[in-house]
């Protein structure tokens, strides 16, 4: 295989289609994947590997769930793709609009990335407004406007994250620290008027699982409202994986706009966007706010999609896999204590992060504020266990149905021996 690591690196930049599979966060080389199936991902060496990574969300039913793959190739002999309207996208509308709050209208697309650039031109365009406001650390897909990353103090004006993205366009993107209530106000109390929308991951996942505080998520409906801006509630991660329908239903929030993607495309490169019928009705072909592609609403992956929601079937399928994931995350945490390691775990449904420092991070600062060569060797020592951890102490990992005691045993007794030499 490193015959094709050296070839990948060659063709590909980074030998990867996307930065966080080079491990360049924790250092060493990827392996390859041949198969997937339920918990289990096995390399092109025949190594099998306990999945946490789950292709970063989407698989909630675990690897190749049966269902899932079946609706693929009943799909696929029919035809990959028509460019005229199918049932299976009016089938997926009326499932997403029936399960997320505040969904009125939605539109498919084919990535998370394309939701949120898409949900940001129509708050743009709804408002007749240019600035938007996010959180320092969150990921919201790499539109131009959304690669802009915070600097310190209550607000800071745009720098971009990336060459490329130019001043005059990430000037017009102000962030704020994750949960901190007074900076929002404050960009409020100067741009209010100028603000088309504020857009937030429900509950942070971009820079490990970050939980929201109830006040954080008022203040931004508050503000947002009086301010006439939109809320963009960026459930690419967090729908269907915190629970049925997403956060936007756990905290009964009241988003303006919803953006979604992974679990609803169940592996497929799917993505959606909606919300209040007023808005989404000045999307294309009904209104001014243009908005297309080519491959939109694929009836593969409406299939597949389709099948892995009606699969998890409702909120009654949350519970199990809340538990197990809240299991797995206190069982890390207690071994690394009896380790003497100073660790802590935000979780919340079927997500968690384990952080190497003493208390669970609120921001993105204190993120940063975690002992991330010791995440290095567990990461490594993990993957020596035969256990695939995110390859960053920046991403969430994600269990799924398909996890069960066994395997939550098996990572906790090898995280047991792992703590015992980092
Ligand atoms: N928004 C959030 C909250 C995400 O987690 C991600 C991807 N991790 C994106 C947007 C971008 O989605 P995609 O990678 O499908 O473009």
Redesign the pocket.
């Known amino acids: 295989m490193e015959h094709y690591w050296e070839k990948a690196q060659q063709l590909i930049p980074g030998g990867v289609n996307s930065p966080v599979r080079s491990f360049k966060g924790v250092g060493g080389s990827p392996f390859f994947a041949r198969q997937g199936e339920g918990p289990y991902l096995e390399d092109e060496e025949g190594r099998r590997y306990i999945d946490y990574v789950m292709s970063?969300g989407p698989l909630i039913l675990g690897h190749a769930h049966p269902a899932v793959v079946n609706a693929a190739s009943a799909q696929a002999v029919k035809g990959l793709s028509y460019g005229v309207p199918t049932v299976l996208e009016v089938e997926m509308a009326e499932l997403l609009t029936q399960a997320v709050p505040g969904l009125e209208m939605v539109r498919m697309v084919n990535?998370?990335?394309e939701a949120?650039m898409s949900a940001i031109r129509v708050s743009r365009g709804v408002t007749g407004r240019s600035r938007i406001v996010k959180f320092a650390g969150s990921?919201?897909?790499h539109g131009d406007s959304l690669l802009v990353k915070a600097g310190s103090g209550a607000a800071a004006m745009g720098i971009p994250d990336s060459q490329g993205v130019p001043m005059a366009l990430a000037e017009l993107t102000l962030t704020v620290p994750y949960n901190d209530i007074e900076g929002l106000k404050a960009v409020f109390s100067r741009f209010g008027h100028e603000i088309a929308a504020v857009i937030s991951?429900p509950v942070a996942?971009?820079m490990g699982t970050v939980l929201p505080s109830e006040e954080f998520l008022a203040t931004i409906r508050h503000l947002t409202r009086q301010a006439g801006a939109l809320w963009i509630v960026?459930e690419?991660?967090t729908g269907f994986r915190v629970d049925w329908g997403g956060a936007s239903r756990l905290f009964g929030l009241e988003p303006d706009l919803v953006?979604l993607?992974?679990v609803i495309g169940g592996g497929m490169p799917v993505?959606a966007y909606g919300g209040k019928r007023d808005y989404m009705e000045q999307v294309a072909p009904l209104g001014p706010v243009y908005q297309a592609g080519t491959l939109s609403g694929n009836p593969v992956a409406m299939a597949v999609g389709l099948a892995q929601l009606r699969t998890i079937g409702g909120p009654q399928f949350y519970p199990p896999l809340v538990e197990r994931t809240r299991t797995l995350a206190t069982g890390l945490v207690e071994a690394g204590k009896r380790h003497g390691i100073a660790v802590s775990a935000n979780t919340i449904g079927a997500m968690f992060t384990l952080f190497f420092r003493e208390s669970a991070p609120h921001n993105f600062d204190e993120v940063n504020a975690s002992d991330r060569a010791r995440y290095t060797r567990f990461f490594h020592g993990m993957l020596e266990e035969g256990i695939f951890f995110p390859p960053s102490p920046f991403e969430t990992a994600f269990p799924s149905a398909a996890h069960n005691d066994e395997t939550t045993q098996a990572t906790l007794e090898a995280a047991e021996r792992v703590f015992a030499r980092i």
């Open positions: 970063y990535s998370g990335t949120t990921y919201h897909g991951e996942g971009n960026d690419v991660m953006c993607a992974k993505g």
